[in-house]
């Protein structure tokens, strides 16, 4: 059962414009979302996070941006660059002591110069 | 500071062989996970160590898997026998603990191809 919905799979954007991830998710138990990036060869690498009682972060060009009444929450990337091109996985934390995250299916971002 | 260290990075192996995986997570990080990456896929985890304890082993197939953290530094991912579908990125993540941060680290990985 998946339990994070991450969209779209791939994605195109010409440099200098804006990306935008979208993820939903369903159980409240969820306390901490994070978004990872990844590098061919490498492994994931957090990138921003957010938790459920802010409605948006912003870290440079990266923002989270959270809606708690409708389980969603999306990543922004301003002005987009070609060194940005990676997959983006989201990420949702289990309450609790567990530490467990569900990862989305991820989107492969593709910036064009 | 060095990151998570795993070896080997790649791995050809004909089904029915064992394999293993070796990690090394952070100095001080007393958390180790290992994570299974299938193509196109998201990393779910398989099991997680608070120092020397695996404290959630219950998406790891126990039949064929068993891993394996001595001492609560160094862990060790075993597959015996491996199948064709074992083929995935075997990721191993470190964390300080809940009470400093919810990050995990992920180390580069390691490519299982089972032919």
């Known amino acids: 059962q998946q339990q994070v919905k991450q969209s779209p799979q791939s994605l195109i954007v010409q440099k200098g414009g804006i990306s935008i991830i979208n993820c939903a998710y369903e159980?409240?138990?969820?306390?901490?979302f994070p978004w990872y990036q990844q590098f061919p060869g490498k492994g994931p690498a957090l990138l921003i996070a957010?938790?459920?009682?802010?409605s948006e972060k912003k870290e440079g060009r990266f923002t989270i941006s959270f809606n708690k009444s409708a389980k969603q929450f999306s990543l922004h990337i301003m002005d987009s660059q070609p060194g940005d091109s990676a997959t983006y996985f989201c990420?949702?934390?289990?309450?609790?002591?567990?530490?467990?995250?569900?990862f989305g299916t991820g989107t492969l971002l593709a910036v064009q110069p | 500071e060095a990151g998570v260290v795993q070896s080997p990075r790649y791995k050809i192996i004909e089904k029915k062989q064992p394999v293993a995986f070796w990690c090394n997570p952070i100095s001080g990080h007393n958390t180790l996970y290992w994570y299974r990456q299938n193509l196109g896929q998201g990393p779910e985890l398989l099991i997680r160590y608070e120092n020397e304890e695996a404290v959630d082993d219950s998406q790891l197939p126990k039949d064929r898997f068993s891993a394996e953290r001595l001492k609560g530094v160094d862990s060790t991912l075993k597959i015996q026998p491996a199948e064709l579908g074992d083929s995935a990125v075997y990721l191993c993540?470190?964390?300080?603990?809940?009470?400093?941060?919810?990050?995990?680290?992920f180390g580069p990985g390691t490519r299982l191809t089972v032919t």
């Open positions: 159980n409240t138990a969820f306390d901490y």
């Open positions: 990420a949702a934390r289990w309450g609790g002591a567990t530490n467990k995250l569900i």
């Open positions: 957010i938790r459920p009682d802010v």
């Open positions: 993540a470190s964390s300080p603990g809940t009470s400093v941060s919810y990050e995990q680290y």
